[in-house]
């Protein structure tokens, strides 16, 4: 019995032994494990780092390519308007310079009108005056009379101002035109002003 106490306590000091000697392993393994981890975490953060800063500049660049873009859209914003208003200040321009020559005949004609009693060549200047313009108009600008006398009343070409009944027309019919109407590509501009023949029913 003692043998064996002795036995197990001498067993016992060299498990001791065993367990102190393996102890401090265990610590230095676990300080390196820390260590590792704490070197893998720095790394992690100067990685974390770089990412921020390289998204700062990022988001820096594309802040300043908005701002970029955002007075470049509204410079073109202005510019849109400013052309705009141009294009209606300026829209007339080729008539007007179309009515120029007219306009230059008109005045010889007064010039004339005043230095001469000749009415005969003042009235002739005035009908080529006259005819010059609406030529100009016709050809340049789409511009076309409505033929009125003797046609079949069209309320969408013609505006009656008078009525008078008539027992030798089958349908109404214009007799008279008091002001002339245009057309400006096909579609009224202006109706003519006439006089209407009605059939009496």
């Known amino acids: 019995m003692e043998k064996k106490e002795k036995k197990s306590k001498s067993e016992a000091q060299s498990e001791e032994k065993i367990v102190m000697q393996e102890e401090p392993l265990v610590q230095e393994d676990t300080v390196e494990t820390d ?3 704490e070197d893998k975490k720095e790394l992690e953060i100067v990685q974390l780092k770089e990412q921020l800063a390289a998204a700062k500049e990022e988001a820096d660049s ?4 908005m701002l970029r873009d955002r007075a470049d859209l509204e410079n073109y914003r202005k510019r849109l308007i400013r052309d705009k208003e141009d294009a209606i200040r300026f829209a007339n321009e080729n008539l007007i310079k179309d009515l120029l020559q007219p306009l ?4 010889r004609a007064l010039q004339a009108a005043e230095s001469t009693k000749d009415y005969t060549k ?3 200047g005035v009908v080529m005056v006259n005819s ?6 016709e050809k340049n600008w789409g511009l076309e ?8 009343f069209d309320p969408e070409q013609h505006e009656a101002y008078q009525v008078t009944v008539d027992d030798t027309l089958e ?12 057309k ?7 109706p003519s002003k006439v006089k209407v023949g009605k059939p009496n029913v």
Do not use: M, P
């Open 35 to 37: 260590e590792k981890q």
């Open 62 to 65: 594309l802040k300043e390519q």
């Open 104 to 107: 230059d005949d008109f005045g």
């Open 122 to 124: 003042i009235h002739d």
């Open 132 to 137: 010059q313009l609406y030529s100009t108009l």
């Open 145 to 152: 009379k409505i033929e009125a006398v003797g046609k079949e």
């Open 171 to 182: 349908h109404e019919t214009v007799l008279e035109e008091y002001i002339v109407g245009y």
């Open 184 to 190: 400006l590509h096909n579609r009224v501009l202006r």
